[in-house]
Structures are given as C-alpha cells and as structure tokens.
C-alpha cells in the first residue's frame, strides 16, 4: 500500500479512454483503495471467525435483522433489500437457513405469493451465542482501532454517502 511520501500516480488514461474522465488523482486513489481493503480485510476477517461458529456473515446479518424485527419475521422481499440481497440470492441462503434451523418460511395471510422469514428459537439461541464474540470481534479489529473522534469524523463522512446510495437503490 502507497504511503503519503511514496504516492503513485493516478491510473493513467489509456488512448481509448474517454475525453474528460475525471481520473482519481493520489490521493484519491490511495483513500480508494484503502478503503476497499479495509472493507474486504475486515468482512474475510469477521467471517473467518464466525464460521467457528458455524455461520456466514450473511447468516449471521439475517439472524440480526430477524431479532430487531417485530416477531422476529419479515417479508422476504423486506429482508432482501435490508441485506442488500437479490431475492435469488435470500432464498438460497434462507434454504441454507432452513436445513440448519436457524429459520422457517411462513405464508404471508393476505398474500398467496408473500412469504415471511421467521427467527426459530434455534435461530434467537444461536445468535444470542455468537453475538458476544462478533461483537469483540468487531471492536478488536474495528472500533477500538479508532479514537472517539475518528469514529465520529468517520460516520459524519460516511453517513451521507450511505444515505446517497440508499436512495439510489430506492430508484431501481
């Protein structure tokens, strides 16, 4: 990784790039490309250490999301866009789920195509289990890496960004 004193040039245009591409200069890049390690290191990293445990991230995102909901269920197209999930995508993981008895399908009353996601007490046990090591998890490889301030300049940064792209997804 390019420190501040060793800074590479920004990726240079090709020929056949096109007039006007507002290219990433240093340190915008090296900001880039950081910030994509970090996520990717950190996500490989909580992942490694939730599979002792059995689960995916992803596993684990959906049981959270479950057990903040009321009764612990939610539409599967709500869980989906929550996840940041296809609904191809949910399904497959939520029949993953299912053979483990983290989960159960349940029909929406109402709605002959709906279908609800529903936490079982395998699901509530299971999570409640592993929570408290993700957590330390997260803090050791995450929050208490930062100062309170850095934590606080780091939200104020990203929360409109995240508040940018939801909106983007709400259009699609």
């Known amino acids: 990784m390019d420190t501040p004193d060793t800074e590479a040039p920004a990726v240079p245009p090709s020929r056949d790039a096109e007039p006007g591409t507002p290219w990433l200069d240093a340190r915008e890049q090296r900001f880039w490309r950081t910030h994509l390690e970090v996520g990717k290191l950190l996500d490989h990293q909580l992942s490694r250490e939730l599979q002792t445990h059995g689960l995916a991230i992803n596993d684990y995102e959906i049981l959270?999301?479950?057990?903040?909901?009321?009764?612990?269920?939610?539409?599967?197209?709500?869980?989906?866009?929550?996840?940041?999930?296809?609904?191809?995508?949910?399904?497959?993981?939520?029949?993953?789920?299912?053979?483990?008895?983290?989960?159960?399908?349940?029909?929406?009353?109402?709605?002959?195509?709906?279908?609800?996601?529903?936490?079982?007490?395998?699901?509530?046990?299971?999570?409640?289990?592993?929570?408290?090591?993700?957590?330390?998890?997260?803090?050791?490889?995450?929050?208490?890496?930062?100062?309170?301030?850095?934590?606080?300049?780091?939200?104020?940064a990203l929360a409109p960004i995240a508040e940018h792209l939801r909106g983007l997804r709400g259009r699609g």
């Open 64 to 156: 959270v999301v479950l057990s903040e909901s009321p009764d612990h269920r939610m539409r599967m197209t709500d869980l989906a866009t929550a996840t940041l999930q296809s609904k191809s995508r949910l399904s497959h993981q939520i029949t993953r789920m299912e053979t483990a008895g983290l989960v159960l399908r349940q029909d929406c009353p109402g709605d002959r195509r709906g279908l609800y996601a529903h936490l079982t007490e395998h699901g509530w046990d299971t999570l409640r289990k592993v929570a408290p090591d993700h957590v330390r998890g997260v803090r050791e490889h995450f929050v208490d890496r930062l100062t309170d301030e850095q934590l606080d300049a780091l939200y104020t």
